[in-house]
């Protein structure tokens, strides 16, 4: 077996972090590239970069930073990831259980995520946010293969709330403040790095996915085996493959994530203000 993930492999990480800190993070972001900059807004910021964290991984995308940043956001402790961790980067499954793991230990209870992704839905347009409601994981495997510490979480368990119904709600009241428009639906997980080809786009609607792309899952398939709750919102940047006889551009994919991010912001803060009022 190439890994054995126990507990105290992930603990040797926490307990480095744990030293460079006073306070105990209740939230954690994981924040796609156009989004990196909210972590601008957070107060008395204590920054680590993940190679000096112990048992931790290294990013390898040019354009994430690779740090943690913690303090006070919007009058919440957070932990924010200033570059995440994709499987096509190279990783191994199992590696891409470590971020989830540390913030669990860290004392973390809820997990935001955001992401860029393709619409499948053809009632959505660039531009559109898509709080996450369920998934399709296309990626044939699970972080959590390989030797359970039944200490962290059960080696089977239900995914049925993996995207938290309470914090779906408490996003979707707010959804008044943000100009964009918000919709609620189904994100397909393909490793990548290759965008999908337009019969997978077609398959993938008649299997009722409304959006799709190449991260979040890992890392919320990762927070449900441990107990934790996940927010996962996708910016819309492109409609996906062949929906408009159209092929995916990475560059406009950026382009609509940079023309977008301000008010994506401004949403994420109103939810982030609120969080802990959810019924
Ligand atoms: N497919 C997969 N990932 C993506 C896309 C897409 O069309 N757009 C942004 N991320």
Redo the contacts with the bound molecule.
Sequence with gaps: MKYHFNLEYFEKSADYVKSKIDFEPQIALILGSALGRLSEDIKDPVEIPYEDIPNFLVSTVRSHAGKLILGELYGKKVVCMSGRFHYYEGYDYEQLVAPIRLFKLLGVETVILT????AINTGYRPGDLMIIKDHINLAGASPLRGPNDDRIGPRFFDVCNAYDEKLRNLAKSLAGECALRVQEGVYAY?V?PH??SPAEIRFLRMAGADA???STVTEVLTAAHCGMRTLAISLI??M??GVNNNR?DGAE?DQVAARSAQEFRGYLKHIIKHIGEEA
């Design positions: 992401n860029a992704a393709g393909q990548g965008f999908e799709t792309g190449m940047t492109n996906g493959a995916v994919v």
